[in-house]
């Protein structure tokens, strides 16, 4: 069995499509445990008229609605659902992005034919819009991303498209659940779990990951008491103690150079000093040149964040 937990905050846009793509799965062995975190909009009313409809169809002793009475954040609520699952695989689903309907039984047909130290598996996806519409591939080859023992890999760049991963349950289990001190779940999950599991790349497109102004990821932009790059800090530290080797210890700062950079760009600036501080604990870490103007330029409070995001907005 494969549980599916879909944490909803807000998406009342966008649920009843995400809540639809697991019922068109053809994949049947599944249960889904939804948890509204407390939203102030009608998600929680289009969740409860959706799977008044499937009652029909036989889905409701495998669909549990868990309704929070206070915000949790995402951490928070996917424990309490996770506590409740059952599958031997356990998918987090966001509450605005949709499943294609081979995910499953791609994802769990190739977990058969892997060993037991393989703990995760993930794809390729779209990316689409708010109105649906695609906007790119995330991962358009499959030569640069890595497989198998990619810790080291994750220190060093982004690669994994969250929404895509199928992981055992039993990795949860060891970690037990997602860190609920953290702002975010995926990068710490990932160090976590990809020190004791190896993962596999599956190259087909499972999923379609939606961007949304003011969701989760984009609070990374934030200027001032960003609370994300906050959490990243707490995440690295847990790497630091979790490194072996020392090309590991470079490639963690490659990661403190990008998100002290970010901090910065952001306006974060105290926690500018916090990365150098934490750059500094690092074994046989290189001081650049670089980071000497970002830190007088940082202790100056040169704002510099509109720049930043014309910058964003001509990229992307």
Same mark, same amino acid.
């Given at each position: 069995?494969?549980?599916?937990?879909?944490?909803?905050?807000?998406?009342?846009?966008?649920?009843?499509?995400?809540?639809?793509?697991?019922?068109? $799965?053809?994949?049947?062995?599944?249960?889904? !445990?939804?948890?509204?975190?407390?939203?102030?909009?009608? *998600?929680?009313?289009? @969740?409860?008229?959706?799977?008044?409809?499937?009652?029909?169809?036989?889905?409701?002793?495998?669909?549990?609605?868990?309704?929070?009475?206070?915000?949790?954040?995402?951490?928070?609520?996917?424990?309490?659902?996770?506590? $409740?699952?059952?599958?031997?695989?356990?998918?987090?689903?966001?509450?605005?992005?949709?499943?294609?309907?081979?995910? !499953?039984?791609?994802?769990? %047909?190739?977990?058969?034919?892997?060993?037991?130290?393989?703990?995760?598996?993930?794809?390729?996806? =779209?990316?689409?819009?708010?109105?649906?519409?695609?906007?790119?591939?995330?991962?358009?080859?499959?030569?640069?991303?890595?497989?198998?023992?990619?810790?080291?890999?994750?220190? /060093?760049? =982004?690669? @994994?498209?969250?929404?895509?991963?199928?992981?055992?349950?039993?990795?949860?289990?060891?970690?037990?659940?997602?860190?609920?001190?953290?702002?975010?779940?995926?990068?710490?999950?990932? @160090?976590?779990? +990809?020190?004791? =599991?190896? =993962?596999?790349?599956?190259?087909? @497109?499972?999923?379609?990951?939606? #961007?949304?102004?003011?969701?989760?990821?984009?609070?990374?932009?934030?200027?001032?008491?960003?609370?994300?790059?906050?959490?990243?800090?707490?995440?690295?530290?847990?790497? /630091?103690?979790?490194?072996?080797?020392?090309?590991?210890? $470079?490639?963690?700062?490659?990661?403190?150079?990008?998100?002290?950079?970010? %901090?910065?760009?952001?306006?974060?600036?105290?926690?500018?000093? $916090?990365?150098? %501080?934490?750059?500094?604990?690092?074994?046989? +870490? /290189?001081?650049?040149?670089?980071?000497?103007?970002?830190?007088?330029?940082? #202790? *100056?409070?040169? #704002?510099?964040?509109?720049?930043?995001?014309?910058?964003? #907005?001509? /990229?992307?």
């Amino acid at each position: 069995m494969v549980t599916i937990i879909c944490l909803c905050y807000n998406h009342a846009a966008y649920i009843a499509e995400a809540l639809k793509s697991v019922f068109a $799965q053809t994949y049947t062995a599944w249960e889904l !445990l939804i948890v509204d975190d407390a939203s102030t909009d009608d *998600s929680a009313k289009t @969740i409860q008229n959706l799977l008044a409809t499937h009652v029909q169809k036989g889905y409701t002793q495998y669909v549990h609605f868990i309704q929070n009475t206070e915000n949790q954040g995402n951490c928070k609520s996917f424990n309490l659902a996770y506590r $409740q699952a059952r599958g031997e695989y356990v998918l987090d689903l966001a509450g605005d992005d949709v499943l294609l309907p081979e995910r !499953l039984a791609s994802q769990v %047909a190739l977990f058969q034919t892997l060993p037991a130290d393989y703990g995760v598996v993930f794809s390729n996806a =779209y990316h689409i819009n708010t109105q649906g519409e695609i906007l790119h591939t995330h991962q358009a080859t499959a030569e640069n991303v890595p497989t198998g023992d990619i810790y080291e890999a994750l220190l /060093r760049r =982004y690669f @994994i498209c969250t929404p895509t991963m199928l992981m055992r349950r039993q990795v949860l289990q060891d970690l037990g659940g997602y860190d609920e001190t953290l702002s975010f779940e995926d990068f710490d999950f990932w @160090i976590r779990s +990809a020190r004791a =599991y190896k =993962y596999h790349y599956q190259p087909e @497109i499972t999923t379609l990951k939606r #961007k949304v102004a003011g969701s989760l990821s984009a609070q990374f932009y934030r200027t001032k008491r960003n609370i994300h790059l906050q959490s990243t800090l707490k995440v690295l530290e847990k790497a /630091r103690t979790l490194n072996r080797t020392i090309t590991e210890h $470079q490639a963690l700062q490659v990661c403190v150079s990008y998100h002290l950079r970010q %901090a910065f760009f952001t306006q974060n600036f105290d926690l500018v000093a $916090q990365y150098e %501080a934490f750059w500094r604990t690092i074994p046989q +870490a /290189r001081f650049p040149y670089w980071l000497r103007i970002v830190r007088f330029l940082s #202790k *100056s409070r040169i #704002k510099v964040f509109g720049l930043y995001r014309l910058y964003l #907005k001509i /990229r992307f």
